[in-house]
């Protein structure tokens, strides 16, 4: 079993930055496919952001501008938010895999994911 504590989340300005942090229980974390999803109201699950070993994934809409990342010794995973938009605005999830290898079709559906945070919200105004 894996327990995801994420924190990190606030209320910005557009063009502000943020940096998500997902804590994660469990001896095997190092084991696992890691990845960011988003919900805004009233919208479906959406991947933003997924890691495994030296290999990431990245939804079209954040690439340049968000950086995931993770510490094995911390069982920590990262989410670096940079230039912020209003259109950024969502519930915030970190979500584990207990797959080893990253699969660009499979990470980026919600339900291949096995163990998930409670959420953290990020509000970008304008």
């Known amino acids: 079993q894996v327990q995801l504590v994420e924190s990190g989340g606030g209320l910005v300005q557009a063009g502000d930055s943020l940096r998500l942090s997902c804590a994660a229980s469990?001896?095997?974390?190092?084991?696992?496919?890691m990845g960011w999803f988003r919900q805004a109201p009233g919208k479906e699950r959406a991947f933003v952001a997924a890691?495994?070993?030296?290999?990431?994934l990245y939804a079209d809409s954040v690439k340049g501008r968000f950086a995931i990342s993770r510490d094995n010794a911390k069982n920590t995973v990262y989410l670096q938010m940079n230039s912020l938009k209003p259109e950024d605005t969502a519930v915030y999830y970190c979500?584990?895999?207990?797959?080893?290898?990253?699969?660009?079709?499979?990470?980026?559906?919600?339900?291949?994911?096995?163990?998930w945070g409670q959420g953290t919200q990020v509000t970008v105004s304008s």
């Open positions: 979500a584990a895999d207990r797959s080893v290898f990253l699969v660009t079709g499979w990470h980026k559906t919600p339900t291949s994911y096995d163990y």
């Open positions: 469990g001896r095997t974390f190092s084991g696992y496919v």
């Open positions: 890691i495994s070993g030296g290999s990431t």
